[in-house]
Protein backbone atom coordinates (compact mmCIF):
# COMPACT_ATOMS: atom_id res chain seq x y z
CA UNK A 1 0.00 0.00 0.00
CA UNK A 2 2.79 1.87 0.63
CA UNK A 3 4.34 1.57 -2.49
CA UNK A 4 1.41 2.51 -4.48
CA UNK A 5 0.79 5.95 -2.75
CA UNK A 6 4.11 6.38 -3.03
CA UNK A 7 3.61 6.23 -7.45
CA UNK A 8 0.65 7.90 -6.72
CA UNK A 9 2.23 11.03 -5.38
CA UNK A 10 5.25 10.64 -7.19
CA UNK A 11 2.75 10.58 -10.41
CA UNK A 12 0.90 13.83 -9.14
CA UNK A 13 4.03 15.79 -8.63
CA UNK A 14 5.34 15.18 -12.10
CA UNK A 15 1.68 16.27 -13.41
CA UNK A 16 1.86 19.14 -11.68
CA UNK A 17 5.32 20.42 -12.84
CA UNK A 18 3.94 19.25 -16.06
CA UNK A 19 1.68 21.97 -15.92
CA UNK A 20 4.25 24.32 -14.35
CA UNK A 21 6.33 23.87 -17.55
CA UNK A 22 3.44 24.45 -19.70
CA UNK A 23 2.65 27.63 -17.60
CA UNK A 24 6.35 29.04 -17.68
CA UNK A 25 6.12 28.27 -21.20
CA UNK A 26 3.34 30.25 -22.32
CA UNK A 27 4.62 33.11 -19.89
CA UNK A 28 7.84 32.93 -21.75
CA UNK A 29 6.32 33.45 -25.04
CA UNK A 30 4.40 36.28 -24.41
CA UNK A 31 7.04 37.86 -23.08
CA UNK A 32 9.25 37.53 -25.53
CA UNK A 33 6.68 39.04 -27.92
CA UNK A 34 6.00 41.67 -25.52
CA UNK A 35 9.64 42.26 -25.30
CA UNK A 36 10.16 42.11 -29.85
CA UNK A 37 7.38 44.41 -29.89
CA UNK A 38 8.68 47.00 -27.38
CA UNK A 39 11.81 46.85 -29.31
CA UNK A 40 10.43 47.96 -32.42
CA UNK A 41 8.59 50.44 -30.88
CA UNK A 42 11.30 51.49 -29.03
CA UNK A 43 13.85 51.71 -32.69
CA UNK A 44 11.01 54.55 -33.63
CA UNK A 45 10.34 56.32 -31.25
CA UNK A 46 13.12 56.29 -28.08
CA UNK A 47 11.67 57.06 -24.53
CA UNK A 48 13.21 56.23 -21.22
CA UNK A 49 9.67 54.67 -20.11
CA UNK A 50 9.83 52.06 -22.64
CA UNK A 51 14.08 51.45 -22.02
CA UNK A 52 12.87 50.81 -18.60
CA UNK A 53 9.87 48.37 -19.18
CA UNK A 54 12.25 46.49 -21.79
CA UNK A 55 14.58 46.38 -18.87
CA UNK A 56 11.82 44.77 -16.40
CA UNK A 57 10.82 42.36 -19.73
CA UNK A 58 14.38 40.64 -19.61
CA UNK A 59 14.75 40.21 -16.38
CA UNK A 60 10.96 38.89 -16.38
CA UNK A 61 12.14 36.40 -19.34
CA UNK A 62 15.40 35.39 -17.58
CA UNK A 63 13.51 34.03 -14.76
CA UNK A 64 11.14 32.42 -17.05
CA UNK A 65 14.14 30.68 -18.80
CA UNK A 66 15.82 29.36 -15.25
CA UNK A 67 12.03 28.28 -13.36
CA UNK A 68 10.64 26.60 -17.16
CA UNK A 69 13.78 24.65 -17.69
CA UNK A 70 14.00 23.67 -13.70
CA UNK A 71 10.09 21.83 -14.45
CA UNK A 72 11.49 20.58 -17.33
CA UNK A 73 14.02 19.04 -16.04
CA UNK A 74 11.99 17.50 -13.53
CA UNK A 75 8.94 16.30 -15.83
CA UNK A 76 11.35 14.28 -18.61
CA UNK A 77 12.54 11.77 -15.77
CA UNK A 78 8.80 10.67 -15.69
CA UNK A 79 8.84 7.99 -18.46
CA UNK A 80 5.33 8.39 -19.54
CA UNK A 81 5.26 12.05 -19.80
CA UNK A 82 8.95 11.90 -21.64
CA UNK A 83 7.25 9.14 -23.78
CA UNK A 84 4.48 11.80 -24.66
CA UNK A 85 6.06 15.08 -24.84
CA UNK A 86 8.94 12.80 -27.74
CA UNK A 87 5.74 11.63 -29.22
CA UNK A 88 4.17 14.99 -30.35
CA UNK A 89 7.54 15.83 -31.58
CA UNK A 90 7.15 13.17 -33.69
CA UNK A 91 4.10 13.49 -34.92
CA UNK A 92 5.11 16.86 -36.33
CA UNK A 93 2.60 18.80 -34.08
CA UNK A 94 5.14 21.21 -32.72
CA UNK A 95 5.62 24.01 -35.49
CA UNK A 96 3.09 25.89 -34.32
CA UNK A 97 4.72 26.16 -31.48
CA UNK A 98 7.96 27.13 -32.29
CA UNK A 99 6.36 30.36 -34.13
CA UNK A 100 4.72 31.17 -30.98
CA UNK A 101 7.72 30.88 -28.82
CA UNK A 102 9.85 32.84 -31.70
CA UNK A 103 12.05 29.63 -31.89
CA UNK A 104 12.46 28.82 -27.89
CA UNK A 105 10.59 25.69 -28.16
CA UNK A 106 13.73 24.31 -29.83
CA UNK A 107 15.74 24.57 -27.11
CA UNK A 108 13.60 22.67 -24.94
CA UNK A 109 13.39 19.97 -27.46
CA UNK A 110 17.56 20.08 -27.50
CA UNK A 111 17.18 19.81 -23.78
CA UNK A 112 14.71 16.48 -24.12
CA UNK A 113 17.28 15.30 -26.66
CA UNK A 114 20.55 15.63 -25.26
CA UNK A 115 20.67 16.29 -21.07
CA UNK A 116 18.11 13.55 -20.55
CA UNK A 117 20.55 10.89 -21.69
CA UNK A 118 23.73 13.18 -20.81
CA UNK A 119 22.63 13.15 -16.98
CA UNK A 120 20.56 10.79 -14.62
CA UNK A 121 18.19 12.71 -12.65
CA UNK A 122 20.40 12.57 -9.28
CA UNK A 123 22.85 13.67 -11.01
CA UNK A 124 21.20 17.01 -12.35
CA UNK A 125 19.06 18.06 -9.69
CA UNK A 126 22.05 17.20 -6.91
CA UNK A 127 25.11 19.33 -9.06
CA UNK A 128 26.80 16.29 -8.56
CA UNK A 129 28.61 16.68 -12.21
CA UNK A 130 29.96 19.39 -14.32
CA UNK A 131 26.32 20.65 -15.58
CA UNK A 132 28.07 23.30 -18.08
CA UNK A 133 25.90 21.61 -21.03
CA UNK A 134 22.93 22.18 -18.97
CA UNK A 135 23.55 25.82 -18.24
CA UNK A 136 24.63 26.61 -22.22
CA UNK A 137 21.08 24.48 -23.36
CA UNK A 138 19.66 27.61 -21.87
CA UNK A 139 20.92 30.32 -24.35
CA UNK A 140 19.77 29.85 -27.82
CA UNK A 141 23.05 31.18 -29.59
CA UNK A 142 25.11 29.35 -26.85
CA UNK A 143 23.83 26.20 -27.47
CA UNK A 144 25.43 26.00 -30.76
CA UNK A 145 28.18 23.90 -28.30
CA UNK A 146 25.64 21.59 -27.29
CA UNK A 147 24.09 20.77 -30.76
CA UNK A 148 28.03 20.09 -31.82
CA UNK A 149 28.20 18.12 -28.93
CA UNK A 150 25.05 15.47 -30.25
CA UNK A 151 26.09 15.62 -33.25
CA UNK A 152 29.39 14.05 -32.49
CA UNK A 153 27.59 10.62 -32.04
CA UNK A 154 25.80 8.67 -34.61
CA UNK A 155 24.33 11.46 -36.15
CA UNK A 156 26.02 11.83 -39.13
CA UNK A 157 25.12 15.39 -40.85
CA UNK A 158 27.35 17.86 -42.73
CA UNK A 159 28.68 20.90 -41.67
CA UNK A 160 26.30 22.22 -44.41
CA UNK A 161 23.06 20.56 -43.66
CA UNK A 162 23.45 20.59 -39.86
CA UNK A 163 24.03 24.63 -40.65
CA UNK A 164 21.33 24.83 -42.78
CA UNK A 165 19.13 23.07 -40.28
CA UNK A 166 19.66 25.52 -37.04
CA UNK A 167 18.91 28.67 -38.70
CA UNK A 168 15.49 27.11 -39.80
CA UNK A 169 15.31 25.90 -36.30
CA UNK A 170 14.67 22.45 -37.17
CA UNK A 171 17.77 21.01 -36.08
CA UNK A 172 16.29 19.25 -32.71
CA UNK A 173 13.06 18.33 -33.98
CA UNK A 174 15.47 16.61 -36.73
CA UNK A 175 17.55 14.83 -34.18
CA UNK A 176 14.68 13.76 -32.35
CA UNK A 177 12.71 12.20 -34.83
CA UNK A 178 16.08 10.54 -36.56
CA UNK A 179 16.61 8.78 -32.66
CA UNK A 180 13.14 8.32 -32.00
CA UNK A 181 13.42 4.63 -31.34
CA UNK A 182 15.95 5.06 -29.44
CA UNK A 183 14.10 8.24 -27.47
CA UNK A 184 11.07 6.15 -26.79
CA UNK A 185 10.88 3.90 -23.67
CA UNK A 186 8.75 0.56 -24.21
CA UNK A 187 6.06 -0.32 -21.55
CA UNK A 188 6.86 3.02 -19.97
Known sequence: MNKQLWHKC???INRLFLWLFIAFAILLAVDLWILLISAIVML????TTLLLVIKILSAYAIVLVILSHMALWQIM???NIYNQLISIVWNKRIRFWIFLSLGYFNVYLLNLYFIRFRYTQYELLQYRVNVIYSALIMIPIANIIVYCAALRGNNQLTVYAATKLYLKG???TYLIKKDYKIL?????
Open 77 to 79: YSL
Open 10 to 12: GSA
Open 44 to 47: FDYS
Open 170 to 172: ELA
Open 184 to 188: IYKGA
